[in-house]
């Protein structure tokens, strides 16, 4: 019978260790036992990250795959980078059959939010796509907070038991619930994208769930997957995100890294107020259009992260474009992927320059900046 890695769901083989799923085959002809592929035990036991050539539509057609054999689809979505969780793929699924949808990193929320408050903005933001789940659970997978809740709705819903197939793009942080709901770390945990590669059935202990783990999708438009992994794990945030709050007028300049040039072309008479959210790995640069200038001439990248020395090149190559954007006051501008501009006192005006690769999205406001 052939043996699958636990961690990400490859079938495992013992002949070539430049292929997917190697494992001496010492270990493999030993019966019993949960098996890790290699890949997964570096990646578990020393962080180190090891790439595989799939693609974004291989991801997808393994999904596609498994979804006939899901009686409820769980859905993750990061509250962070909620945008960037919205892969057109999986609110096809949620359209189309029941689901309960997860919303994780409560913990990296800047100011206090009731959880009962994210609920009913994410169910606004879901009905605005026509999506109406069974329910909504509002986690944080790192402190384990709520993840039980989700056994609990499942339970409700599906009291003689059923088959969850877990959904969501890279970086939500799907593995790591996964793993809270078994009560173990078997599910690889890492915050590279492409971790799993195949979907795999996990059963728990105390009840008549299996959920089926599946690859983590990789969504159109992010500012995230346009950099290296190490710039890609920076602008993940793994901690309480950045805030810095501006009331900037006509002709000022921020950079939101290297990647996002805001010119302010406001001219009322009271300057907008707003505050820019980012990871704190993101930098921060504001200046008047005469420095930015030379800046950019001077091609001062050292005060510009991300992206960084070794993917700045390759960034070079992106084709760059600039488009004007107004914002009112209780909204947001959202650079998927990146981060977000939220807006006090309105209306901003500005002129972005960003990848054309990338998405900006303009919401209502998830958190209302302060002065």
């Not at 890279?170 to 009560?183: E, M, Y």
Request: net charge neutral.
């Amino acid at each position: 019978m052939t043996k699958k890695c636990i961690g990400c769901g490859v079938e495992l083989q013992g002949e070539d260790k430049n292929k997917r799923g190697y494992l001496p085959q010492s270990v493999l002809d030993k019966e019993g036992g949960e098996l890790y592929c290699q890949r997964c035990f570096k990646i578990k036991n020393y962080g180190e990250y090891i790439p595989v050539e799939m693609t974004r539509n291989d991801y997808r057609e393994e999904v596609k795959k498994t979804l006939p054999e899901a009686d409820v689809a769980i859905a993750v979505f990061d509250i962070i980078d909620f945008e960037g969780s919205f892969d057109d793929e999986i609110l096809d699924v949620l359209r189309e059959m029941d689901s309960i949808v997860v919303i994780n990193k409560i913990d990296l929320i800047p100011d206090e939010k009731h959880p009962s408050e994210v609920a009913n903005w994410v169910k606004e933001r879901l009905g605005e796509e026509g999506i109406a789940p069974l329910d909504i659970a509002i986690v944080s997978s790192k402190k384990g907070y709520g993840t039980s809740g989700i056994f609990k709705k499942i339970n409700h819903f599906y009291p003689n038991g059923a088959r969850a197939i877990v959904l969501g793009v890279t970086n939500v942080g799907k593995s790591s619930i996964i793993n809270r709901l078994l009560g173990k770390n078997v599910a690889t945990e890492s915050k590279y994208p492409g971790t799993t590669l195949k979907s795999s059935k996990k059963t728990l202990s105390n009840a008549n769930i299996t959920l089926i783990d599946t690859p983590g999708l990789i969504p159109q438009g992010r500012f995230s997957d346009l950099v290296c992994e190490k710039c890609n794990l920076d602008i993940v945030p793994s901690g309480e995100i950045s805030r810095k709050t501006y009331k900037e007028g006509k002709d000022r300049v921020i950079f939101i890294g290297g990647m996002v040039k805001i010119k302010i072309t406001s001219n009322g008479e009271l300057k907008p107020i707003f505050s820019v959210y980012a990871s704190k790995n993101v930098t921060y640069h504001d200046t008047n259009l005469e420095k930015a200038a030379e800046m950019e001439k001077d091609g001062r990248t050292d005060l510009f992260s991300p992206p960084c020395e070794k993917c700045a090149e390759q960034y070079k190559k992106e084709k760059i474009v600039t488009e004007k954007f107004v914002v009112e006051s209780g909204e947001e501008l959202v650079f998927k992927g990146l981060g977000w501009v939220s807006v006090k006192r309105g209306p901003l005006e500005m002129e972005i320059t960003y990848p054309e690769r990338a998405d900006i999205i303009i919401r209502e406001a998830f958190i209302k900046p302060k002065r």
